[in-house]
């Protein structure tokens, strides 16, 4: 008898457990994953610019000003719900905005961007995704922002908002002044 209960018994255990862990992470923000790269310097990279094949930016280039670097591609559907708070704070003047088209093909963004409008100061383009390793970057849309050292001081995935924007990234914004 205890035998044919035994798969039961189990198969509840694992429930109970799964339903604990559901309820105390509810209501936590996924968005908010701890980076090791924060405190830390921009990792190294020489990436070509969007449409500027030839033209190669590297992270020592963007030193001597704080920059928002927002991680995008034409293929992401929560790229396009971000990308009017991106160009809100880019038409701002609160901070240099600069776009990393993530695994895309140029066509294809550049495409995306006369059709949603480019905000960016400056698009830089990781068709094979692999100076996106030494960020941590995993999926889009992902932002960091980078103070003028080249220290990233903060990083959100998922669709940056405008209540983002508002209780996280204008305050430290205004610390890096």
């Keep these: ?23 105390m992470n509810s209501g936590k923000d996924t968005s908010a994953i701890p980076s090791p790269l924060v405190g830390k310097p921009a990792p190294d990279f020489a990436l070509p610019v969007l449409g500027e094949p030839e033209r190669i930016v590297r992270n020592t280039d963007l030193l001597g000003a704080p920059y928002l670097l927002n991680v995008w591609g034409s293929w992401c559907p929560a790229c396009r719900d971000e990308h009017p708070v991106i160009t809100r704070l880019a038409e701002s003047g609160v901070i240099k905005v600069v776009g990393y088209d993530y695994k895309d093909t140029p066509g294809d963004a550049q495409r995306w961007l006369q059709q949603f409008g480019n905000p960016y100061d400056l ?4 068709e094979e995704g692999r100076a996106a390793l ?19 001081r903060w990083k959100h995935v998922g669709p940056v908002t405008d209540e983002v924007v508002e209780a996280q990234l204008l305050p430290l914004i205004e610390d890096l002044r």
């Design 1 to 23: 008898m205890i035998r044919r209960l035994l798969p039961f018994i189990a198969f509840l255990g694992l429930a109970v457990l799964l339903g604990v862990g559901v309820m």
């Design 123 to 126: 698009v830089i383009t990781d």
């Design 134 to 152: 030494d960020w941590g970057i995993y999926g889009a849309p992902e932002t960091f922002l980078v103070d003028a050292q080249g220290v990233i």
